[in-house]
């Protein structure tokens, strides 16, 4: 054992991790603590301390990690999952020996199963070979233990580690939740985050939550887990406050309320542009086109700043017509020919709009030019044409 700490001077600590869909604990983190003259303190600096040998921190987490699946044997049948940190460069020299790795003979003995088991890989530390860490993360994952990757957001390199590992967890970094409840980029990365996330069946947890705007803002990123000091503090026990369980259910119904508000608000503007396309019986040659839209334009609602016609190859039609920061519209002929079907929105709502015969919008996004939070309504014309109008949401 450490020279510099003690067998009974280090133990785990528990932080509870919520489910958005049970409003109920799903599982808990374990973390290293230390104790000293004045209480438990936080391992962190100990496992980050360039000065102390690798083995002296592998021999440490060992004994944190055991102490903490004998807590989960000796709770027996549960229906909460165990987090656990792994460092990978701590572990690849042990790669190529026959005897499994000690968690996995832990959990074996005392027989724990392992899908209760999370191995989140710490890996902002590590920078060996990436075909070596996937080896590493396999060992565990053909043992029945799910995966998870710690700290994403925090670097640029995360994406090509999630291919590589093929994650069933995400955590994101702490920096970036908190950064989200007053930067509109940091949100739009956790929006991106989600939006991934479901499209790979990967789960999110949300560290860092610590208010409930950023406890909204995973929700508004569809994240279904969620871990923060507003939920739950550390503890030498897997435990919480019950009034936890009811701050979960009113921020969910909190959250269904405003998305409701908002979405309603989106039909009104589209019943108010439905009601500007009907009105003047736009046609479908370019020229007539331009010359109906130079007067539609100024009947819009004053969050529509840019409006403009394409076929259903992308093509556009017509010039822009944009709204300047006095009320007045400018045309710019030079977007005539322009393609967006590369646009994400496009296609989406030109399906839409041909198959329904009416007009629909898109998600948010941030607009590349103008850099507002936008949304884009689509209008079905005639012969396959379509009229796009950008409306700024933060003027709704």
Known sequence: MSHRLGMDDVFPFFQPVLAADTCDVWGYEVLGR????????????????????????LEVDRLIREKALKVLMQAGPTRFTLLLNIQPQWLLPFLDNRERFLTLQYIESFRIDPEKIVIEISETEFSGDMEQLALLVDKYRQAGC???????????????????????????????ALASGYDQTAQNVLDILGFFAAKAGIDV???????????????????????GFLLGSPGPRPSICPNI???????????ADQ????????????????????MYSLSTTPSELESILIDAVYDLPVNCYRVYVCDRMGYQITPNFTRDDRGEWKVDTSYRRRNWAWRPYFYPTVTLCR???????SDQYLDLESRRATQTACFPLKNDLFLFVDVDVTCQ
Do not use: W
């Not at 580690?161 to 995400?170: E, S, V, Y």
């Not at 949300?206 to 508004?220: F, Q």
């Open 34 to 57: 230390v104790s000293t003259p004045h209480g438990p303190k936080s391992l962190g600096p100990f496992f980050h301390d360039p000065t102390v040998p690798a083995r002296e921190k």
């Open 146 to 176: 799910r995966i998870a990757i710690d700290d994403v957001g925090c670097r640029l390199s995360n994406f090509d580690r999630i291919a590589a590992l093929k994650p069933d967890i995400l955590k994101v970094d702490t920096r970036l």
């Open 205 to 227: 947890v949300m560290e860092g939550v610590e208010t409930a705007e950023v406890l909204r803002t995973g929700l508004k990123a569809g994240f279904r887990y969620y871990q």
């Open 245 to 255: 369980r009811t701050l979960m259910r009113r921020e969910l119904e909190q959250f």
């Open 259 to 278: 998305e409701t508000a908002r979405r309603k608000s989106q039909f009104t503007v589209m019943e108010r542009l439905e009601t500007v396309v009907r």
């Open 355 to 361: 198959y329904f015969g009416r007009g629909v919008v």
